[in-house]
């Protein structure tokens, strides 16, 4: 006997990305994570994905409406993008309700309060990200902002990432498939994984002896490190330079591109500008080692 | 008459409904409104300007290349770089976006497209020793089939073995396409939002053993597209060959052209391009690129109309909620005031009609495949295979740009923040034209506007009342049963629209739900 753990996938103020991440998932591959048992005995029934599914229109919507009063409780809600809240969350709909439609703000709250629980896939929905950035115009909130306005109390983990690594979501489903939900202490601050937010880019990154030697690149294409080009690695969690991305292919420093922060709850607007040197104050790691130096 | 209402439409990017009165079986008239609003371009002014691209890129996450190298020309362009990037620069931006269209594609065919064609319940009469194929069947043994069912039911042709050929191939083309984005990050580092592309060139240089790795994940790529992919859309082409007449639009295309050939000429209008720059008539008679002649028109969209006509380098974006006659928040962008469609079918059609040989050779091949003329181009099986056409021919020069590259050798070029300029970055994404524009003041952006192809093709009415491509494309289709609007979905998804690109630029207040419904 298979169980299904039926899984709601809303998109919300997104630009699809953290969809499309998934589907470059290696290991399980995005067809074993469809279609196969995702561990031993258990399946991932996913309900509702609007990028994937064949139902439109009010077939789909039936059966997200179907799971959530059918299966009250059993279903993962996992939200990608932020939730527009200005004007009563005009700025964004998924399908209708009696001839009308209904926010997105609706649907994360009507959808997170029969969850057993709920991931914020991606930047967005962990902490707004760039639809939330200045000047906002859509009134943008995190998942857990809009819940907590909405006096909802569900377990709630981040998945940040612009997009996330796709192992860093599967892997949070299969830990919560054989070990049920994190405890508090897996989780950091920010309810990110410590399993994959535990580290600073900058505690692994292989051009972290240039940093300690003092070589800088200082244009595109130098050997080096990337911090006077803006690299954002020393505030940033992530471990990105031990995993790699698309299959272990490469990852932004392997790619010679300073890091832009995109995993913390800071990105867009205080990791950026994007190519400008970090103010050099209270650095983690980082003022440790240049508080005994000459800054060259 | 009767009404349907897809909302949401699925297997596109995005929130989109679609609206169509039918009369006597066939639609009369059909309106395409998007559902979501961010406001990216707002969110760019007074930034600094090279972060243009990295934001730029969040307009979409599933055409992130595409944004990012095209704020990376517009960038080069207000920067007066435009004609100095290294060739390793311009081969590499090209070398990601290779890789990046071809996955796309196949994503679209295989993963957005084919569910419409393809009866995935078939499988479970496999009798094969396929494990990919016996995954499937038990699958559909466990009986929990979402996300494959339910689904518009009706009009399913293939045969059985066929089918289960196609679920073979949807499942395999997962694979290809993640390939794809592999080949991709060599040189991007990541995908989706790369990082690789900067104004000046890129961030990396080429090197002897990722050129190697490249080529060989193009290659394949090449074997699917050539093996798989263009014989799986001739094959439902063949099955639903009334499509090549169904879903005609508006017959007028227009492509920017994309993947510069050289990069001496700083106008991407005129510079030498794999697939051309123009438009496009029904005549199939080409006609020259006059950027000039682009306007957004608001009549039909939330936003005052003393905003209506303006070329994008000086747009403006005033909504006006509810008001009256309007109903998207999606501008109209017309050219020379008259509607136009873009896509691979626009790039693929102006590159034939002037008249490159190989091209030629593709187009004409695949019609006699097919028994059809090039006026079968313009309908849903048309829009599919020039997508297909559009992924061998970049796939086919893949492997000698990469090549071309000169291992150790620059790949970026130095510049100055200009205190003010003005630029302009056009280019083909997967989905069609694409520009960008961008005015600088004291070094900061002061304005930023982006028309985007699927802002093209979901158009409302213009000032003049001309319906949209897709809109114009619907309008006329016939609808078996309203319950089940295959036809609908079919003529839609042809045209791979991207919403969250096409209704990314707005700062609406006060929006009036009430106001909302299309009746």
Redesign the interface.
């Known amino acids: 006997m ?1 169980k ?1 753990l039926p899984v709601i996938y809303l ?1 919300t ?9 998934m ?2 998932s ?1 290991s399980p ?3 074993n994570v ?3 048992q995702i561990v031993p005995g258990v ?1 991932i ?13 009010e ?5 997200m409406e179907d799971t959530a009063k059918k299966q009250k409780g059993e279903y993962v809600l996992v939200v990608d993008g932020a939730v ?1 809240t200005a ?2 969350g ?7 309700r009696d ?3 209904v926010t ?1 703000q609706q649907r994360v709250i009507e959808l997170s309060r029969d969850a057993l629980a709920v991931i914020a896939m991606g930047t967005c929905a962990s902490f707004g990200g ?2 939330a ?6 009134g ?1 909130v995190s998942v857990q902002k809009a819940l907590e306005s909405a006096g909802i109390k569900k377990p709630l983990i981040n998945i940040p990432g ?2 996330p690594h796709p192992d860093w979501f599967v892997g949070t489903v299969a830990g919560i498939i054989l070990n049920g939900l994190p405890k508090p202490e897996e989780l950091d601050d920010f309810l990110r994984p410590r399993a994959f937010y535990g580290k600073l880019i900058h505690e692994n990154c292989p051009r972290r002896a240039y940093f300690d030697e003092g070589k800088f690149a200082k ?3 130098d050997d080096g490190c990337l911090y006077e080009l803006g690299c954002k690695g020393p505030i940033t969690h992530a471990d990105c330079p031990l995993r790699k ?3 272990g ?10 890091c ?1 922060g ?1 995993t913390q709850p800071e990105f ?1 607007n205080e990791t ?5 040197k970090l103010v050099d104050v209270d650095l983690p790691v980082v003022g440790a080692y240049w508080a005994n130096k000459e800054v060259k | 008459m009767g009404k349907i209402v897809i909302d949401p439409v699925t297997r596109i990017e995005g929130h989109l409904k679609i609206e169509c009165v039918i009369e006597n079986g066939a639609v009369k008239d059909a309106r395409a409104t998007g559902n979501l609003f961010r406001g990216l371009e707002l969110i760019l002014r007074g930034r600094d300007p090279r972060d243009a691209q990295v934001i730029a890129q969040r307009i979409c996450g599933v055409c992130p290349q595409s944004h990012g190298i095209a704020a990376t020309l517009n960038l080069d362009s207000a920067f007066g770089i435009a004609d100095k990037i290294p060739d390793n620069g311009r081969i590499i931006r090209n070398l990601i976006h290779g890789a990046h269209v071809i996955q796309d594609h196949i994503l679209h065919f295989y993963h957005l497209a084919a569910l419409d064609y393809v009866n995935v319940a078939d499988v479970a009469a496999y009798s094969g020793n396929d494990s990919q194929l016996n995954s499937v069947k038990d699958f559909i043994q466990r009986g929990a089939l979402e996300p494959f069912m339910p689904r518009y039911e009706g009009d399913y042709r293939l045969p059985p073995e066929a089918n289960q050929q196609c679920v073979a191939h949807y499942v395999k083309a997962l694979e290809m396409r993640r390939i794809g984005h592999e080949a991709v990050s060599i040189f991007s580092g990541k995908v989706p939002h790369s990082v690789g592309v900067v104004p000046g060139g890129v961030t990396s240089v080429p090197t002897v053993d990722n050129i190697m790795a490249y080529i060989w994940k193009i290659k394949i790529l090449q074997d699917f597209v050539n093996n798989v992919y263009i014989p799986d859309v001739l094959a439902v082409a063949k099955a639903y060959g009334d499509y090549a007449g169904i879903g005609v639009g508006c017959k007028n295309l227009l492509s920017y052209g994309m993947y510069d050939l050289d990069g001496k000429s700083p106008d991407y209008a005129t510079r030498e391009r794999l697939f051309k720059q123009g438009t496009i008539g029904a005549d199939l008679r080409p006609g020259a690129l006059d950027t000039s002649k682009i306007t957004e028109q608001v009549k039909h969209s939330w936003y005052e109309d003393a905003t209506s006509g303006l070329h994008p380098s000086s747009g403006d974006t005033r909504p006006q909620a509810g008001k009256s006659g309007a109903y998207s928040w999606s501008k109209a962008p017309r050219y020379d005031g008259k509607v136009y469609e873009v896509g691979p079918l626009a790039r693929v059609a102006v590159t034939y009609a002037k008249g490159d040989p190989r091209m030629k050779e593709m187009v004409d091949g695949a019609l006699k495949a097919l028994n059809a003329t090039p006026a079968a181009l313009f309908s849903v099986l048309g829009r599919h295979l020039a997508r297909a056409l559009s992924a061998k021919y970049i796939v086919d020069n893949l492997e000698g740009w990469a090549l071309s590259l000169k291992p150790g050798q620059p790949a970026y070029v130095e510049y100055e923040l200009p205190e003010e300029a003005s630029g302009m970055g056009i280019i083909e994404g997967s989905r069609g034209a694409l520009g960008h524009w961008i005015e600088i003041k004291n070094k900061k952006i002061a304005n930023y506007q982006a028309v985007v192809p699927t802002t093209w093709n979901v158009s409302p009415m213009d000032d003049k009342g001309q319906h949209g491509p897709i809109e114009q494309a619907l309008i006329g289709a016939k609808v078996k049963d309203e319950k089940n609007p295959f036809e609908v979905v079919r003529i839609i998804r042809s045209f791979d629209p991207c919403i969250a690109c096409a209704v990314h630029c707005v700062t609406p207040k006060g929006r009036d739900l009430g106001q909302y419904r299309v009746v």
Request: net charge negative.
């Open positions: 298979v299904e998109q103020a997104a630009c699809s990305g953290c969809a499309v991440t589907l470059n290696a591959t995005i067809k469809l279609i196969d399946h029934n996913l309900k509702f994905h609007p990028v994937v599914m064949a139902a439109a229109g077939l789909a919507i039936g059966v527009p004007d009563g005009v700025y964004g709909a998924v399908g209708e001839g009308k439609p997105m760039i639809p950035a200045p000047p906002n115009p859509t943008c612009c997009p244009k595109f294409g991305w698309n299959g292919t490469n990852w932004v420093i392997g790619a010679g591109a300073p832009n995109c867009p950026a500008p994007f190519y400008e």
